[in-house]
C-alpha cells in the first residue's frame, strides 16, 4: 500500500476505486465498505483508494467541545486498511481551510481530476464538503456527467445495534470489550513504551510493565484490571493489565501496566502491543498490601482461564 500525504504527490489511476471517510477504527462496518472496494477493483482490474482525514474534523471543526479520544492513530489505521487490502491510501491534512471546500470542488478537483475515481463506494448517510453539504443524492446527480459509477453501502447493524466508532468509543469507555470487539472485528488496543515505575508490583510478586502511550489521542478503556495479549517482538504472551490510579498506595496518577505471563526481560524503553480481551474487575481500594497481593493472584488464575479458552 502507498501513503500520501499531500494530493500533489498522487497520480491519476486508469480505474480508480475511491472511498473517503475518517476511518477511526476500521471497524465492521468500514471494513464492508473496503471489502466492496476490493470485489470492484478486481472485477475491473483496477486499483483501491481510501481518502482520509487527519487530524480528525471533529477536532478542527468544534474545538470547543471536550476533546475527542480516538480508536486508531494514523499508523494504526494504516496498518488496519493495509491489511484490508487498500493499494492507495490518501491522507488529507484537514484544516479550517481544507474545511471549506464544496463538495462540487471536493467532486472535481479530487475525486475526477487527481484520483481518476471510476467507482466511488460511501458507506450510509455519508456527508462530505464545507458545512456537510455534500450527500449521495448530490453524487448521484454528478456521476455520470463526470465518468463515474456510484455505490451506497446499506447501515450496517449487528445485533440490530448501528455500528458506529461512537458505539465503539462508549463501550471502551464502560469496559464493555465484548461489544467494542465485537463491533471493531478484533480485540482492542493500545501501543507504547516501556517506562520505569517504582517497583510496586515487583515487590508484591506480579512485575509490571508499565506503559507510556504513543499517543495523548488514543482512548484508554475503563479502569480496572484486564485479561489481555501481549506482543513483544513479534511474539504474543498472556497477561493482565492494570488502568487506574493505585488507590491502595493513594496514588493520583492514572497508570498503566501489564503482567505478562512467562516473561522475564529487561525491556525498558522498548514498545509493547496489548490486546484487550476481557475485563476481569473495577479498580478498587484495599485495606492493606497482603488483600492486594492476594487478589492479584485471583486475578491472574481468571485471566489465565479467559486466555486458556481462546
Given at each position: 500500500?502507498k501513503i500520501?500525504?499531500?494530493?500533489?504527490?498522487?497520480?491519476p489511476?486508469r480505474?480508480?476505486?475511491?472511498?473517503s471517510?475518517?476511518?477511526?477504527g476500521?471497524?465492521?462496518?468500514h471494513?464492508?465498505?473496503l471489502?466492496?472496494?476490493?470485489?470492484?477493483?478486481?472485477?475491473?482490474?483496477?486499483?483501491?483508494?481510501?481518502?482520509?482525514?487527519w487530524?480528525?474534523?471533529?477536532?478542527?471543526?468544534?474545538?470547543?467541545?471536550?476533546?475527542?479520544?480516538?480508536?486508531?492513530?494514523?499508523?494504526?489505521?494504516a496498518e488496519?486498511?493495509r491489511?484490508?487490502g487498500?493499494?492507495?491510501?490518501?491522507r488529507?491534512?484537514?484544516?479550517?481551510?481544507?474545511?471549506?471546500i464544496?463538495?462540487?470542488?471536493f467532486?472535481?478537483?479530487?475525486l475526477v481530476?487527481?484520483?481518476?475515481?471510476?467507482?466511488?463506494?460511501?458507506g450510509?448517510?455519508?456527508?462530505?464538503?464545507?458545512?456537510?453539504?455534500?450527500?449521495?443524492e448530490q453524487?448521484?446527480?454528478?456521476?455520470?456527467t463526470y465518468?463515474?459509477?456510484?455505490?451506497?453501502?446499506?447501515?450496517?447493524?449487528?445485533d440490530?445495534?448501528?455500528?458506529?466508532?461512537?458505539r465503539?468509543?462508549?463501550?471502551?469507555?464502560e469496559?464493555?470489550?465484548?461489544?467494542s470487539n465485537h463491533?471493531?472485528?478484533?480485540p482492542?488496543?493500545?501501543?507504547g513504551?516501556?517506562?520505569k515505575?517504582?517497583?510496586?508490583?515487583?515487590?508484591?510478586?506480579?512485575p509490571?510493565?508499565?506503559?507510556?502511550l504513543d499517543?495523548?489521542d488514543?482512548?484508554?478503556p475503563a479502569?480496572?484490571?484486564?485479561?489481555?495479549?501481549?506482543g513483544?517482538?513479534?511474539?504474543?504472551?498472556?497477561?493482565?493489565?492494570?488502568?487506574?490510579?493505585?488507590?491502595?498506595v493513594?496514588?493520583?496518577?492514572?497508570?498503566?501496566?501489564?503482567n505478562?505471563?512467562?516473561f522475564d526481560k529487561?525491556?525498558?524503553?522498548?514498545t509493547?502491543h496489548?490486546y484487550?480481551?476481557?475485563?476481569?474487575?473495577?479498580?478498587?481500594?484495599?485495606?492493606?498490601?497482603?488483600?492486594?497481593?492476594?487478589q492479584?493472584?485471583?486475578?491472574k488464575?481468571?485471566?489465565?482461564a479467559?486466555?486458556?479458552n481462546?
Amino acid at each position: 500500500m502507498k501513503i500520501y500525504h499531500t494530493l500533489e504527490d498522487f497520480t491519476p489511476l486508469r480505474y480508480g476505486v475511491v472511498t473517503s471517510g475518517t476511518f477511526d477504527g476500521v471497524h465492521v462496518g468500514h471494513q464492508k465498505i473496503l471489502q466492496r472496494l476490493n470485489e470492484v477493483s478486481d472485477k475491473n482490474n483496477g486499483e483501491t483508494v481510501v481518502i482520509t482525514f487527519w487530524p480528525h474534523p471533529r477536532l478542527i471543526l468544534r474545538p470547543d467541545e471536550p476533546f475527542m479520544q480516538l480508536l486508531n492513530t494514523f499508523e494504526e489505521k494504516a496498518e488496519l486498511l493495509r491489511e484490508q487490502g487498500v493499494n492507495h491510501l490518501i491522507r488529507i491534512p484537514f484544516t479550517k481551510e481544507f474545511s471549506q471546500i464544496s463538495s462540487q470542488e471536493f467532486i472535481t478537483k479530487i475525486l475526477v481530476e487527481t484520483i481518476g475515481t471510476k467507482k466511488l463506494v460511501i458507506g450510509y448517510d455519508h456527508r462530505f464538503g464545507k458545512n456537510r453539504e455534500g450527500s449521495f443524492e448530490q453524487l448521484k446527480l454528478n456521476a455520470s456527467t463526470y465518468g463515474f459509477d456510484l455505490e451506497e453501502i446499506s447501515r450496517q447493524d449487528v445485533d440490530h445495534v448501528g455500528v458506529s466508532s461512537t458505539r465503539i468509543r462508549k463501550a471502551l469507555e464502560e469496559g464493555d470489550l465484548d461489544t467494542s470487539n465485537h463491533f471493531l472485528g478484533r480485540p482492542y488496543s493500545l501501543s507504547g513504551r516501556i517506562i520505569k515505575g517504582d517497583k510496586l508490583g515487583r515487590i508484591l510478586g506480579f512485575p509490571t510493565a508499565n506503559l507510556e502511550l504513543d499517543s495523548h489521542d488514543k482512548l484508554v478503556p475503563a479502569e480496572g484490571i484486564y485479561a489481555v495479549k501481549v506482543g513483544h517482538e513479534n511474539k504474543i504472551y498472556g497477561g493482565m493489565l492494570y488502568i487506574g490510579t493505585r488507590p491502595t498506595v493513594n496514588g493520583t496518577r492514572r497508570s498503566i501496566e501489564v503482567n505478562i505471563f512467562e516473561f522475564d526481560k529487561d525491556i525498558y524503553g522498548e514498545t509493547l502491543h496489548i490486546y484487550f480481551i476481557k475485563l476481569l474487575r473495577r479498580d478498587s481500594k484495599f485495606s492493606d498490601l497482603e488483600s492486594l497481593k492476594n487478589q492479584l493472584q485471583r486475578d491472574k488464575d481468571s485471566a489465565l482461564a479467559v486466555l486458556k479458552n481462546l
